[in-house]
T-cell receptor
Framework: QQPVQSPQAVILREGEDAVINCSSS?????VHWYRQKHGEAPIFLMI?????EQKGHDKISASFNEKKQQSSLYLTASQLSYSGTYFC?????????????FGQGTTLQVKP | DSGVTQTPKHLITATGQRVTLRCSPR?????VYWYQQSLDQGLQFLIQ???????AKGNILERFSAQQFPDLHSELNLSSLELGDSALYFC?????????????FGPGTRLTVL
């Protein structure tokens, strides 16, 4: 089942902060975050694993609440380059595959 | 540049036709994934291969098929094309075949069916 992302869209000024949420109705084993600029390939940002391990970029922070089946991506002191669509991808099967179900995306626009 | 290559970049064809999309994974990656992205559907997982074997399947249509070859490159075959198949098709690769590893996406193939 597709995870639900919120908000659908957000507009920021440079330097402002934003939080993007990803919620699932199923227990999650991992959550991936990607950013995609229009017409380009999604770029890996972060993986959060059941049990607390995280892998990703130093400048990106995120959390994973296993009990709530929810992950949040924190964008602080936003820059123009942060603009794009953010997708979370979830694995709710633990079937030893890489199959991810992606949310519908959150569009972030950072203005000068 | 993720290191994943896809050809062609653009493909325009007619309904009823068949096309083949090609993907070469990053050096050393054993797993390949195919995704479809259309305006109203977001990123839809189609299929995953790991070291030549099918590992996972999504809602891939019967008109679509894929394979991964011994040199690890992969091809996605789309047949009896319909207008609704117009989309951006991404290939991604990862070192292992589980969701514990990040996926690196190629630049995509934009398919237009007229």
């Amino acid at each position: 089942q597709q995870p639900v992302q919120s908000p659908q869209a957000v507009i920021l000024r440079e330097g402002e902060d934003a939080v993007i949420n990803c919620s699932s109705s199923k227990a999650l084993y991992s959550v991936h975050w990607y950013r995609q600029k229009h017409g380009e390939a999604p770029i890996f940002l972060m993986i959060l694993l059941k049990g607390g391990e995280q892998k990703g970029h130093d400048k990106i922070s995120a959390s994973f609440n296993e009990k709530k089946q929810q992950s949040s991506l924190y964008l602080t002191a936003s820059q123009l380059s942060y603009s794009g669509t953010y997708f979370c991808g979830t694995d709710a099967t633990s079937s030893n595959t890489g199959k991810l179900i992606f949310g519908q995306g959150t569009t972030l626009q950072v203005k000068p | 540049d993720s290191g994943v290559t896809q050809t062609p970049k653009h493909l325009i064809t007619a309904t009823g036709q068949r096309v083949t999309l090609r993907c070469s994974p990053r050096s050393g990656d054993l797993s390949v994934y195919w995704y479809q992205q259309s305006l109203d559907q977001g990123l839809q997982f189609l299929i995953q291969y790991y070291n030549g074997e099918e590992r996972a399947k999504g809602n891939i249509l019967e008109r679509f098929s894929a394979q991964q070859f011994p040199d690890l490159h992969s091809e996605l075959n789309l047949s009896s094309l319909e207008l609704g198949d117009s989309a951006l098709y991404f290939c991604a690769s990862s070192s292992a075949g589980t969701s514990l590893n990040e996926q690196f996406f190629g630049p995509g193939t934009r398919l237009t069916v007229l």
